[in-house]
């Protein structure tokens, strides 16, 4: 596991088929430590959560699909 910061994020309040009853959501792109970037979701979002370009996150998992989860310290 590993720390990134929040390079851009979205917070999704339409969700599609498969996010139906879990919004808000917050999704980033997140720049790992080794300058790669990946897209995520924010697991630990709410309403009123304050997200910030150069937040660090932290990685916390993956999903069902083997993509890097993150979440807010």
Known sequence: MSDAIIYTYSVIDVPTAEFVGKTPY???LVE???GS???TRILN????TKLEI???VLE??????GNSLY???
């Open 54 to 56: 150069g937040m660090r």
């Open 45 to 48: 979002y709410t309403t009123g």
């Open 37 to 39: 970037r990946v897209l």
């Open 26 to 28: 917050a999704v980033a």
């Open 71 to 73: 979440s807010l310290p």
């Open 60 to 65: 916390c998992g993956q999903d069902e699909k």
């Open 32 to 34: 790992r430590e080794d």
